[in-house]
């Protein structure tokens, strides 16, 4: 009798410092995951490429700017219809700068400036961590498969299932979910390649949805260096002049 | 080969229809194939070509046709047509929005030029206009500064802004088109921080009113200032508006927008006067002018529904606007022929004061309870790049109001096209019961570059 409590107490401590591990592993892979992404703060050139289901497409350009954990600006360079465009991520907040209307309007993160398949939480996406708390972590073969809760409902997809390589630890796929368990979108990372300054990652990133049968959008990563920046660059006020810092 | 060319006619069809086979196949290979079966490689991106230049230029030509049935018994009417109103009025315009900058170091010349040639029942007319061209000197991410025609858009409301003491003013059914701005100087700096108090920036803006400058902002010979002090606190917009001069009155206003969740953005505006000259119609039916002391607010949300529904509504105050019974008293002084602004039996005075009283009582939106609001349907029937919405406006005071249903297709990279067709309706002697027109389509087609 006493070896069998003795075998459960063991057997529970096991199964609670199992579980820790798990969780405190999901957690690590997750920062460094972020770590590979994207550097503390960098520039960066994007390319969007919607792919209607008649295979016409039509592209976009943005220049990118990151400092810290929260602020992200993106600028529309092409097409002329969207140049000047830009849009502004403090934390939870996103504003959106029209050059003819000449002064940053609240936009919210479900919506989508440039239609398709991205919106904007897409285009001005903060590390998953900062977003994310990691609900669990499981093991297979060659991937890890995280399960990310979303940490407030500002956050645009309620929760994550992000497929990660076991050797590189970039993530490869993600399921992106509503509150209601419905798949929004499934993100798919591809094309590794070195970026300089010992940066590699994924160069390309594909969506599709449910909700756009037939749609796919295409985003291509290039030009991603380190830069340092002022914090007021990340300020409504500068959204005009983001250009003079490419 | 021969025998099917030189042979019956049978054998021409069979050749002309085995050419249409094989040109459809090859129409198929080269152009519906690659297109729907596309691949990553297909996409390149030479980021080579968009290294920044120090000469930016950009624009837009635009062709606009617009048709209206002229409502011929309204008081509008009579005033812009001179008693003689045609039935309908078709306008034809061509355009052209020129902007640009060329920088160098810490220096940046921008211009913004609008010019356009009009077509219309009354004749023929054309205009060209410096909307902004100004210096701006940037020695650091917190300090700029600039000196020239620049146009400012202060507030947070979409249709109005009472706040925005210095803007030009805004039409409810274009507030996204750009405006003329006013010649200035002004200095900006900014200051970010960690914690609840994210960012503070303050602006400070001369604006000269005097011959050739700025006449029309205000009373001439005059320096006036206007400053904004604006922060993000809590994840709240927040700014503090004061304007001081005697081209206009001294008056104070507030601004905020925040978003309440990840589809859900309230925002709002209050503005006062304390002394504000305003001209009246009184009892008698005469003009005079009265001090008043007048406070303006908005209040409004913006709405993402999971369909993707965006609805914008604001309920507007207009505390310098006229109530039903002043607007009605005005329309009866157009009304009355006696006194109409063509007579030249005025003295000098009555007629200024008509002016200013026409200037006043016609600008948009001059009553003093508004709604508006804004269905957006983005992609109707999963048309890509489609835009389908329904714009309203109410005057609240008397009942009459405008609706406008709206159709965009921008699918063609850099072209756009829009259709409108808006509705004016209200009883007599009502605002939009009065307009010179019932109703208006508008075809627009627009080529930016």
């Known amino acids: 009798m006493k070896n069998k409590l003795s075998a459960c107490v063991i057997a529970a401590i096991l199964m609670f410092v199992h579980t820790t591990a798990l969780a405190l592993d999901g957690d690590a892979i997750l920062e460094e995951l972020d770590r590979r992404m994207q550097p503390e703060s960098y520039e960066m050139y994007r390319k969007l490429i919607n792919v209607e289901p008649d295979g016409r497409s039509r592209e976009f350009v943005l220049y990118t700017l990151k400092k810290g954990q929260d602020k992200m600006v993106a600028l529309f360079l092409s097409p002329a219809s969207e140049k000047g465009r830009a849009t502004l991520r403090l934390g939870d907040n996103m504003w959106l700068y029209i ?3 000449g002064r940053p309007i609240r ?26 708390d990691v609900r669990g972590a499981t093991e297979q073969e060659d991937t890890y498969l995280l399960d990310l809760q979303a940490k407030t ?21 993600i399921d992106c979910y509503a509150a209601s368990g419905m798949l929004i979108k499934t993100l798919r990372y591809s094309a590794i390649k070195e970026f300089g300054d010992g940066m590699v990652r994924p160069s390309v990133l594909e969506t599709d949805s449910p909700l756009y049968q037939g749609y796919k959008s295409v985003m291509l990563f290039a030009g991603l260096e380190k830069k340092e920046l002022a914090d007021e660059v990340f300020t409504l006020d500068y959204l005009s002049r983001i250009d003079e810092l490419r | 080969m021969n025998c099917a060319s030189k042979g019956d006619g049978r054998n021409g069809r069979k050749g002309r229809k085995g050419r249409w086979h094989a040109f459809l196949t090859l129409f198929l290979v080269a152009v519906v194939v690659p297109g729907s079966s596309w691949a990553l490689e297909d996409f390149v991106f030479d980021v080579e070509a968009f290294a920044r230049k120090p000469l930016n230029l950009g624009g837009f030509a635009e062709m606009k046709w617009e048709h209206m049935d002229v409502r011929r018994d309204s008081v509008f009417s009579r005033l812009f047509f001179n008693d003689d109103p045609p039935t309908v009025f078709d306008q034809l315009t061509a355009s052209l929005q020129l902007n ?26 054309d205009r060209a206009d410096v909307y902004e061209s100004n210096l701006t000197l940037s020695p650091s991410p917190e300090l700029t500064a600039s000196l020239g025609k620049k ?73 006036n200032l206007a400053a904004r002090l604006y922060l993000l606190y809590r994840d709240t917009d927040i700014d503090g508006i004061v304007f001081s001069g005697n081209s206009r009155s001294t008056r104070f206003g507030g601004t905020f927008s925040r978003n309440i969740r990840s589809n859900f953005a309230i925002h709002g505006e209050i503005a006062h006067v304390p002394r504000l000259n305003k001209p009246t119609v009184d009892q008698n039916g005469g003009l005079s002018r ?13 709405y993402l529904s999971s369909f993707d529904l965006t609805t914008i509504l604001e309920y507007y105050h207009n505390g310098a606007g006229y109530s039903p019974a002043e607007m009605e008293r005005f329309y009866h002084l157009i009304d009355n022929r006696g006194v109409q602004l063509s007579d030249t039996g005025a003295t000098d005075l009555q007629r200024d004061l008509r002016q200013m009283a026409a200037a006043d009582f016609t600008r948009p939106n001059a009553g003093q309870d508004y709604l508006y609001a804004r269905l957006s349907q983005k ?71």
Request: hydrophobic share 40%; charged share 20%.
């Open chain 1, 99 to 101: 050059p003819n209307v």
């Open chain 1, 107 to 132: 936009i919210t993160s479900l919506q989508s400036v440039v239609g398709g398949v991205f919106n904007n939480s897409d285009i001005l996406r903060l590390d998953f961590s900062v977003e994310y």
């Open chain 1, 153 to 173: 409902s500002a956050v645009a997809y309620d929760h994550l299932h992000m497929v990660v390589d076991k050797a590189t630890l970039l993530p490869i796929t």
């Open chain 2, 100 to 125: 640009g900058s060329y920088t160098r170091g810490i220096a940046r010349f921008s211009w913004l030029l609008y010019g356009s040639v009009r077509e219309n029942t009354l004749g023929w007319s």
């Open chain 2, 151 to 223: 146009s400012y858009q202060w507030g947070k409301g979409y249709a109005w802004n009472p706040a925005g003491f210095i803007n030009r003013g805004k039409d409810p059914n274009n507030p996204e088109e750009a405006r003329e701005g006013y010649i200035t100087a002004d200095l900006e700096a900014i200051r970010s921080f960690s914690g609840d108090l994210r960012t503070v920036s303050l602006t400070a803006v001369v604006l000269p009113v005097c011959a050739d400058v700025n006449e029309d902002f205000g009373d001439r010979d005059n320096v």
């Open chain 2, 290 to 302: 009265a001090t008043i002391s007048a406070t303006s607010y908005l209040l409004g949300v913006r």
């Open chain 2, 379 to 449: 992609e109707p029937l999963a048309i890509l790049y489609s835009n389908a919405a329904l714009i309203a406006i109410v005057n609240l005071g008397d009942g009459s109001y405008s609706l406008t249903p709206e159709l965009t297709y921008s699918g063609i990279t850099n072209w756009e096209l829009q259709m409108r067709f808006s509705v004016l309706n209200g009883g007599a002697l009502s605002e939009y019961g009065e307009k010179q027109n019932r109703n208006k389509l508008e075809f627009r087609l627009r080529y930016f570059f």
